[in-house]
């Protein structure tokens, strides 16, 4: 399974826009990228899922380069609820591998 | 709808002793998950079900460690002889199907059950 690199923090602004990425070199063919929100004291929550280039859905988008080795979560114009950790995922199979997550604190 | 429910929402139990943690999918997901999540840690995959069987419990700490499916539905993580470090958020997630290779349907999280072991 390959295995993903976040930044550990990011601190923002309130109506900022937050690109987070997220390295994967070792990518398999088949693998997808997913990424979850995760706030205290809740189970994590699905954002978006791309395979490559780039997908938007109402609350984000995901850019992945050709060569998949890296992916971008951009989320804009963030506000104090986004305040989470964002976790990054790479599988193909049957197991989901979390990292250690990325925690984004935004600040009035 | 009704989303994931786990229960109890928290148990604190004593060395050695048998627990048993419930997990209630959103009707109709044939797929079905647990995982184990420590303080600033992300979630540890635990094993894995498509409908009744256990399609991959690779994730089991040991065979302290037990999981059933019976009918398809309700899950029971069960922890025999528990240890101080088996403390954790136990999280219990669901999809719709697992599609193929590669691709992955959403998986629905329930808030999960805080178990001590003192």
């Known amino acids: 399974l390959a295995k993903t690199t976040q930044p550990i923090s990011m601190d923002s602004y309130e109506g900022q826009e937050v690109n987070i990425t997220c390295s994967h070199n070792n990518i398999a063919t088949n693998d997808y990228i997913t990424w979850y929100q995760q706030f205290p004291s809740q189970g994590p929550r699905f954002i978006i899922q791309?395979?490559?280039t780039k997908v938007t859905n109402e609350v984000a988008s995901l850019f992945i380069p050709a060569d998949r080795k890296s992916s971008t979560l951009s989320l804009p114009r963030v506000s104090l609820s986004d305040t989470a950790v964002y976790y990054c995922l790479v599988s193909g199979g049957f197991k989901t591998i979390f990292g250690a997550g990325t925690r984004l604190f935004v600040k009035a | 709808g009704a989303g994931v429910s786990q229960t109890p929402s928290n148990k604190v139990t004593e060395k050695g002793k048998y627990v048993e943690l419930r997990c209630d999918p959103i009707s109709g997901h044939t797929a079905l998950y647990w995982y184990r999540q420590s303080l600033g840690q992300g979630p540890e995959f635990l094993i894995y079900?498509?409908?009744?069987?256990?399609?991959?419990d690779s994730g089991l700490p040991n065979d302290r460690f037990f999981a059933v499916r019976p009918e398809g539905s309700v899950s029971t993580l069960k922890i025999q002889r528990t240890e101080r470090g088996d403390s954790a958020v136990y999280l219990c997630a669901s999809s719709l199907t697992f599609i193929g290779t590669g691709d992955r349907d959403e998986q629905f999280f329930g808030p999960g059950t805080r178990l001590t072991v003192l």
């Open positions: 791309g395979y490559k």
């Open positions: 079900f498509q409908g009744t069987g256990a399609a991959d």
